[in-house]
């Protein structure tokens, strides 16, 4: 489910930030109105709260007092539970172009590749090829917006925020095909 939410639209929000464990080490996870806004690789750092600050410049940020809906959601997404993560909300920000982007790499299944191009093309720009990778780099809700699904053209697994090496972990864990 996309939501396509708008920084700063609701100005009693508390985002919670929770670190979890997984299998690919720490993640850092920032919820808004019970939607994900950041899944970011790591615990918590400065770079996230800045990120928050930027975008929610109004609005306070406070540790989670539990898991959570999502965290467990996200748990059964690597207990095996593939398409665990298609059913949690995001908010994403971003620019239009961008979101259309995140839009068609949440449409991509669990255990499939898309190319750059392809991406392109579903989001109607069929010679963004860069612009979607730029994009597609820009993703601020990692493993829920599976950018870990898009390769190269010619097959390779191309760069990933996160390190090539969860990139190729969680495309193993989907039974996607690794060139």
Known sequence: MFH??????????????????????SLTL?????RVCLLHFGADDASVRATLQRWYPTESVQ?????????DTLG????????AIDRIPVEMNGTP?????????????AGKTATYAE????????????????ANGANPVAVIVPCHRIIGSNG???GYGGGLHR???LLRHEGGRLF
């Open 4 to 25: 396509g939410g708008f920084a700063g639209d609701n100005l009693d929000c508390v985002i919670e930030l929770a670190v979890i464990d997984t299998p690919i080490e």
């Open 30 to 34: 920032a919820t808004r109105n019970g």
């Open 63 to 71: 540790e989670s007092s539990g898991p959570g809906v999502v965290a």
């Open 76 to 83: 059964r997404y690597f207990d095996g539970d593939l398409e």
């Open 97 to 109: 172009f961008q979101k259309r982007v995140w839009d068609a790499l949440r449409q991509v299944p």
């Open 119 to 134: 991406i392109a093309v579903l989001v109607g720009s069929p010679a963004a090829v860069r612009a979607v990778g730029a």
């Open 156 to 158: 390779t697994l191309t």
């Open 167 to 169: 990139k190729e972990w």
